[in-house]
């Protein structure tokens, strides 16, 4: 597995193998089994894979998120070694964002609403930096997860949008037993906060917005941003919770299967 710091290097790494598929797997690291399902389809369904590691700083609205953000570059590295990714793009924040960095992607209705309502400029950051993304890769797929299903109709609209060449694959939630989605931000959670949190995924497993809104009102020691049914594709009921310093999202597919 090579492990590439500039848009350079990862050009001129690609170069060769572009006569079979390339999948580009996006992350910011704190590696977990959600992570590691999307690795795992691309291994299966590319010649290439590249995963992305950054952390990146455009869709952190709060300081504080963005320094508690857990990194361990060593563990993920091992952990992408393990999934057969052949090639690891983990740029520095100057890569990406050069001094006089001023082009942005916005993709304004779809990126406005719900998350980007509670985050203003998060999903400016996220559609830039995955453009960037596919600018240097040039990837014939990219995966990315349900769990944040905003950001893939963010970045579905972008692709129509721009007519992007990339085929977008998505993958379902990967959830603990305990029903907790998996996210990079669980590490940051006190098993009494972790506890608690549990009545996000329990109130969305209803799939009802009004038992599912009750049963929040409900529960001790959570702030609820939203709960709210979204018409993506496919619609899902979706929710944000802070739990002490932690904020948390989720969602629960309301109809189709759970791509
Ligand atoms: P992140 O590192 O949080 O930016 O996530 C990288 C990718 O992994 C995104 O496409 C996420 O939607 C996906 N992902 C994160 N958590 C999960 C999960 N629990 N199940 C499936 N995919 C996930």
């Given at each position: 597995?090579?492990?590439?710091?500039?848009?350079?290097?990862?050009?001129?790494?690609?170069?060769?193998?572009?006569?079979?598929?390339?999948?580009?797997?996006?992350t910011m690291?704190?590696?977990?089994?959600?992570?590691?399902?999307?690795?795992?389809?691309?291994r299966?369904?590319?010649?290439?894979?590249?995963?992305?590691?950054?952390?990146?700083?455009?869709?952190?609205?709060?300081?504080?998120?963005?320094?508690?953000?857990?990194?361990?570059?060593?563990?993920?590295?091992?952990?992408?070694?393990?999934?057969?990714?052949?090639?690891?793009?983990?740029?520095?924040?100057?890569?990406?964002?050069?001094?006089?960095?001023?082009?942005?992607?916005?993709?304004?209705?779809?990126?406005?609403?719900?998350?980007?309502?509670?985050?203003?400029?998060?999903?400016?950051?996220?559609?830039?930096?995955?453009?960037?993304?596919?600018?240097?890769?040039?990837?014939?797929?990219?995966?990315?997860?349900?769990?944040?299903?905003?950001?893939?109709?963010?970045?579905?609209?972008m692709?129509?949008?721009?007519?992007?060449?990339?085929?977008?694959?998505?993958l379902?939630?990967?959830?603990?037993?305990?029903?907790?989605?998996l996210?990079?931000?669980?590490?940051?959670?006190?098993?009494?906060?972790?506890?608690?949190?549990?009545?996000?995924?329990?109130?969305?497993?209803?799939?009802?917005?009004?038992?599912?809104?009750?049963?929040?009102?409900?529960?001790?020691?959570?702030?609820?941003?939203?709960v709210?049914?979204?018409?993506f594709?496919?619609?899902?009921?979706?929710?944000?919770?802070?739990?002490?310093?932690?904020?948390?999202?989720?969602?629960?597919?309301?109809?189709?299967?759970?791509?």
């Amino acid at each position: 597995m090579k492990v590439a710091r500039t848009i350079a290097e990862t050009r001129s790494a690609l170069e060769d193998v572009r006569d079979g598929p390339i999948g580009l797997v996006p992350t910011m690291g704190g590696l977990h089994e959600g992570h590691l399902s999307l690795l795992r389809a691309a291994r299966e369904e590319c010649d290439t894979v590249v995963m992305s590691l950054f952390v990146n700083p455009a869709q952190f609205g709060d300081e504080h998120d963005l320094a508690s953000y857990p990194r361990d570059e060593e563990r993920d590295l091992a952990l992408a070694r393990d999934a057969g990714v052949d090639l690891v793009f983990a740029p520095s924040t100057e890569e990406m964002y050069p001094a006089g960095f001023q082009t942005w992607v916005e993709v304004t209705e779809v990126g406005s609403r719900l998350e980007g309502a509670f985050r203003p400029g998060h999903f400016r950051g996220v559609a830039t930096v995955v453009l960037k993304l596919f600018s240097v890769v040039r990837p014939d797929r990219a995966y990315f997860g349900q769990k944040d299903a905003q950001q893939v109709a963010v970045i579905r609209q972008m692709i129509r949008d721009l007519a992007l060449d990339v085929d977008l694959r998505v993958l379902p939630t990967v959830r603990d037993g305990d029903g907790l989605a998996l996210s990079s931000r669980n590490a940051l959670l006190t098993t009494e906060e972790r506890k608690r949190a549990l009545a996000l995924p329990r109130a969305l497993a209803t799939k009802d917005l009004t038992a599912a809104r009750a049963l929040l009102a409900r529960s001790n020691g959570l702030d609820v941003d939203y709960v709210e049914v979204a018409e993506f594709d496919p619609p899902v009921l979706a929710g944000a919770v802070r739990v002490g310093s932690v904020r948390l999202i989720d969602n629960v597919v309301l109809e189709g299967d759970s791509k």
